[in-house]
């Protein structure tokens, strides 16, 4: 006859607890979506939002001087280089300035946040790899490049939602630091994007 000690039935409390707590982070709703999926889902609007509110404050605040720094076009990718220099418009005032410095600090903040968050629920068994009933990823739910990095970061799959690529290819890309890229190549757009909007 098998006997179980006390301390086998309490290690097969623990397991079975473990075992709770790691599958209901990759609990899914009707459509196949995860619990982190639905985080980024909704949490890509409230960024949306704050990054429009930032971009409107740079818009009031300055302007951007382009230049043109290479007039050749690349051959094959149709690929030109402007230069940029941010300055004030002619009413910005010191106060302005902190007030875009502080919106910009606190959506920092705001991303770290979300970082912490999302690396925390992945700490507790968020599954990156789970796919929906139609088969996207949650990194076919970012619509920001902060999403991107942090999912990547954490061992996302490398995917993109067309939503994310039409956003930053098009021809022109104009980004709140000032830099102005041409482009008809959609990697090279995305690569040149990437390295102008640093984190």
């Known amino acids: 006859m098998i006997h179980f000690t006390k301390k086998f039935y309490a290690m097969m409390f623990v397991v079975f607890c473990m075992s709770n707590i790691m599958q209901s982070h990759d609990m899914s709703d009707e459509e196949g979506r995860t619990e982190i999926m639905n985080y980024v889902i909704a949490i890509e609007k409230e960024i949306a939002l704050k990054k429009s509110e930032l971009e409107k404050l740079w818009s009031t605040y300055f302007y951007t001087k382009i230049t043109v720094t290479n007039n050749a076009l690349i051959k094959d990718t149709g690929m030109q280089y402007y230069d940029f220099t941010t300055l004030r418009k002619a009413y910005t005032t010191e106060a302005d300035v ?6 910009k600090d606190e959506y920092n903040s705001f991303i770290k946040d979300i ?8 700490l507790d068994g968020a599954n990156l790899q789970a796919r929906d009933v139609k088969g996207k990823s949650v990194s076919d739910y970012c619509c920001s490049w902060e999403m991107y990095d942090i999912l ?10 067309q939503e994310f690529w039409g956003a930053i290819v098009g021809g022109v890309v104009i980004t709140s630091s000032g830099a102005v890229i041409i482009t ?5 757009a995305t690569a040149c994007y990437r390295a102008c909007f640093p984190q």
Do not use: F, W
């Open 115 to 122: 970082r912490d968050n999302i690396k925390s629920m992945v």
């Open 98 to 103: 902190e007030h875009y410095k502080k919106v």
């Open 152 to 161: 990547h970061e954490l061992g996302a799959p490398r995917t993109l939602n």
């Open 184 to 188: 008809a190549a959609a990697v090279v």
